[in-house]
């Protein structure tokens, strides 16, 4: 789970524990709503086989700018092609959310989508964006969270905690109707 989810999680005042699922991931750009369940129903099924009493949470988050996924970046180099492509544009975040009570057998999932405007940004912005924060760590290659690339949004239509990676209503909703 990357630690921008374990601090909304910490934030609402959940107590819970990290564990990985080891799934590999699917990326189908067309169908953006199917990559983030199919992914958080992976996860959040690996994860659950192993478990009794505990709510089990999976999440994915992708980055869409006209149809292509931005994924984490594999090197700096497209970290910068990615910003470079987001700069003045308007792309989408979906999050897919799946929670599983071994209990009771109860799964249910959400999914959010949340549009985002960067502004125009300079060669100078986005070199110094790569340089000095992780843009390898994160979708898109940006992190509107504690860091300059908060800097880069014009606008948000949606939910602001979807773009960190974790839509909180929808998987506070997802986990009322399984308990």
Known sequence: MSPRRSRLLEMIGLDFQVTGSGVREIDDSHHPVATVKTNALAKSRAVAFNCRREIVIGADTIVVLSGRTLNKPRDLKQAREYLGMLSGKTHHVYTGVNVINPGNGK?????????????????????????????????????????????????ITG?????????????????????
Do not use: H, W
Request: glycine letters at 8%; proline letters at 3%.
């Open 159 to 179: 939910d602001y905690y979807n773009i960190v990676g974790l839509p909180l209503v929808k998987m506070y909703e997802c986990i009322k109707s399984v308990i």
């Open 107 to 155: 799964e249910q999932f959400g999914f959010e989508k949340t549009s985002v405007k960067f502004r125009e940004l300079s060669a100078d912005e986005i070199n110094y964006y790569v340089k000095n924060y992780s843009p390898l760590d994160k979708a898109g290659a940006y992190g509107i969270q504690d860091d300059f690339g908060c800097l880069f949004i014009e606008k």
